[in-house]
């Protein structure tokens, strides 16, 4: 088993440097080497969180999504889709993977680590919904 986490990083040394932009040659002063590894971390996940958003901003629709936005009619309107899009962020700042969004009378089950629409429901269709661990209703 190897030393290095991802294989990118032999000590923590290493990765320190790295998260807070100094030189992987180990020549930062006494001072710089007593960050804690709480500070290493939070500025670590900061980055990620960061980079998450902008990476995903984009809501997309899967194909089973669109088939059935079209065999039920729905047209979303440009509020409706950016208080879809809006709700996605907000679930996924919440930690959720597998949301439940109402916007108006249609239900929307969005795959958040992937900002994918799965499907969407109407006012009369049944409402019984699975595999969801949040929902959002804006």
Sequence with gaps: MSNNINNNFSSIEQMAS???GKTASG???DT???VSFQDILKEAQAQNISKSVTQSSEL???RHANERLQ???ID???SQME???NATKKAGEKGIQES?????DLAFIVNIKNNTVITAVNDGDDKVFTNIDGAVIV
């Design 32 to 34: 710089d080497s007593k």
């Design 27 to 29: 020549t930062a002063s």
């Design 60 to 62: 997309k629709f899967s």
């Design 71 to 73: 065999s039920r009619n």
């Design 76 to 78: 979303l309107s440009e």
């Design 18 to 20: 790295m998260v807070l």
């Design 100 to 104: 439940l969004i109402m916007v108006d």
């Design 83 to 85: 208080r879809l899009e």
